[in-house]
């Protein structure tokens, strides 16, 4: 796995190298992000998806397998926070969101290039799956902890216009049904396909920061080891316990094991978390997961890591 993960380290520092050298005029980023959430990604997903020949057994092992280790982590993580007392409110907001958020630019893009097809869509399919959980947790934690109600109704309005969601979803019901789609559309969606891992990666580049300005040891201790260690090894734990299958095994862990979202810096500077933090965290699990992913298939001694 780690000559998979290499290539994407490296396109990500040549996101940094193009933010920190100015080699792109500055709305080059923005609409980049915009372009590949949007466009890019979506097509990617939706196209994997559709090729798949979904099983109940198997999407409902994959749903427990990265679900379970996600509210595990969740309970740890508060636990966790007793133990900060002195840890601002908007701080605390931005570790439980390091601490089971995924990159899902940094997991399609190793999966694609790792996994074959069939595994690669099924780690599709955990975002699909956890995507819309996790986000709402985040909204809540955010909510929680800056004094504030959460709006449960724009929570849904917000995760049911997500493209991501959406073109998972509606590639998981095309294959279900048995729609068979133009080739020529499947063909031009798997040329925007290949464009967004690149371009996600060097999104996920541009946005990393370098500066201990701000940052607060104990807390990025706290969430990278939940999000990098803790939860793969429950997920290979849950995986071994249900006897879920090789296939959904790997997934399930991979997924668990991906380093936090950039998007959560987004959330938290609009919804008052701690954005610096945020960014911190980001930039250390993004640097950690060239060593922690490949790590994960260790947990896995039944798939013959």
């Known amino acids: 796995m780690l000559a998979s993960i290499l290539p994407v380290f490296l396109i990500i520092l040549l996101g940094v190298a193009i ?8 709305e080059f980023f923005p609409s980049m992000e915009k372009f590949s959430y949007n466009v890019a990604f979506p097509a990617m997903l939706f196209a994997g998806t559709a090729r798949l020949s979904f099983e ?27 133990l900060l007392p002195a840890l601002p409110g908007a701080s605390r907001s931005s570790v ?26 099924l780690v599709m399919l955990a975002l699909a799956l956890c995507l819309p959980v996790v986000n709402a947790l985040s909204v809540v934690a955010l909510a929680y902890w800056s004094g504030s109600k959460p709006n449960l109704g724009s929570v849904g309005r917000t995760l049911a216009k997500n493209p991501i969601i959406q073109a998972t979803l509606a590639g998981v019901l095309v294959s279900m049904l048995g729609i068979e789609l133009p080739k ?27 500066t201990l300005e701000g940052a607060r040891p104990a807390a990025l201790t706290v969430a990278s080891v939940l999000k990098l260690l803790v939860m793969p090894l429950l997920a290979a734990q849950v995986c071994l316990l249900l006897d ?9 862990c991979f997924y668990c094991a991906l380093p936090t979202a950039p998007n959560a810096y987004i959330m938290a500077k609009q919804l008052g978390g701690d954005a610096r933090l945020m960014a911190s965290l980001i930039t250390l699990q993004t640097l950690l997961a060239v060593i922690t992913v490949p790590l994960s298939r260790q947990f896995m001694p039944w798939l013959g890591a």
């Open 19 to 26: 933010r920190r050298f100015g080699w792109m005029p500055a």
């Open 56 to 82: 109940g057994r198997e999407v409902g092992e994959l749903a427990l397998a990265t679900l379970l280790p996600t509210f595990v982590v969740v309970i740890l993580t508060l636990a966790a926070l007793l």
């Open 96 to 121: 439980m969101q390091g601490a089971m958020r995924p990159n899902t630019y940094f997991g399609l893009a190793v999966a694609a290039l790792f996994f074959p097809p069939e595994t690669a869509s």
């Open 244 to 252: 879920v299958s090789p296939e959904a095994a790997l997934a399930a």
């Open 184 to 210: 020529a559309l499947m063909n031009t969606l798997d040329i925007l396909g290949k464009a967004a891992t690149a371009l996600g990666l060097l999104c996920v580049g541009g946005g990393l920061v370098f």
